[in-house]
């Protein structure tokens, strides 16, 4: 799918949407650091592309639970360099950050959507950036930094405690004036979040529809799989393991009806989101 059709709005399409993740870290937990080079990340952005993926997500900072915030300068010269090069190429790219300054230089490198994991709590200013841009939106469920998130991990009601304060963003986005058919939501799991919470969250994720806006899910390769795959002495199925079973959601996340799934592995997802569809016709 072409950048201008996501400059157009929301694309509107008869499966979920597949967005193909791009880490330009060196710390990232679910590639370690396999795409950090400009050239690298590049390649593998176009490779995900090939293989279907409607729009590159392109991040610079892990969020991985205890990760260390690089510098603005740095998450800035890890992901310009990569967003201006796939999408000169006509690619639809989102990066993924939590920064106005990142944000407002994606943007001008030919992002059409910013995905801030924090949903404007990180950086208020970043709302500010995309509703001057006429960008895209997505707004994730998140309660703390990478450092401390796991300590914000208490929920009488996952579901309505995610729903109420994702709800709450919303609002603070169209009060910043970014459009409201610009705007997804992302319940955010693994952020603040039990393995429990993930698996009550993806069990309900209908419910989410009340907020009235669409649904991404990104479960690829998160612990609370690695959890559930565990070997016989306990010990976490390894994080490049564990795309089958992300497949496996990423089918019933297709069933449910959610707008995207966020994925490392585009060819696989892409092939169950078909199964889902023909099965659905």
């Known amino acids: 799918m072409s950048s201008e059709a996501w400059r157009a709005g929301l694309p509107e399409l008869p499966r979920p949407v597949v967005m193909g993740v791009v880490n330009v870290t060196p710390d990232s937990f679910s590639d370690g650091g396999r795409w950090a080079t ?58 993924d950050t939590m920064r106005h300054e990142v944000a407002v230089a994606a943007l001008e490198a030919g992002a059409v959507v910013v995905n801030d994991v924090s949903g404007g709590l990180a950086d208020s200013r970043v709302m500010q950036v995309v509703a001057e841009h006429g960008a895209a939106y997505v707004v994730m469920h998140w309660r703390a930094h990478s450092t401390e998130m796991q300590q914000h991990a208490s929920y009488d ?39 429990d919470h993930n698996w009550e969250l993806l069990q309900r994720l209908p419910e989410l529809e009340t907020l009235g806006v669409p ?66 016709d």
Do not use: M, Y
Not at 42 to 49: D, K, P, Q, Y
Not at 252 to 257: E, T
């Open 38 to 95: 400009t050239d690298a990340a590049i390649a593998h952005g176009a490779e995900l592309h090939a293989e279907g993926a409607d729009i590159l997500d392109i991040g610079g900072e892990s969020t991985r639970p205890g990760a260390t915030r690089p510098l603005v300068a740095e998450e800035l010269d890890r992901v310009v360099p990569v967003i201006r090069a796939l999408a000169g190429d006509g690619i639809a790219v989102s990066v």
């Open 157 to 195: 009601d996952v579901l309505v405690e995610v729903r109420d304060e994702l709800a709450q963003r919303l609002e603070a986005a169209v009060a910043a004036g970014v459009a409201d058919d610009r705007l997804v939501v992302d319940p955010g799991l693994g952020f603040a979040k039990t393995a």
């Open 215 to 280: 649904i991404l899910v990104g479960s690829s390769r998160k612990s609370f799989l690695g959890t559930l795959l565990a070997g016989p002495d306990g010990s976490p199925r390894p994080v490049l393991d564990r795309e089958d079973a992300n497949v496996a959601l990423t089918t019933i996340a297709a069933i449910q009806g959610v707008w995207g799934v966020r994925v490392h592995e585009v060819r696989a997802s892409l092939d169950a989101i078909r199964v889902v569809s023909r099965w659905l």
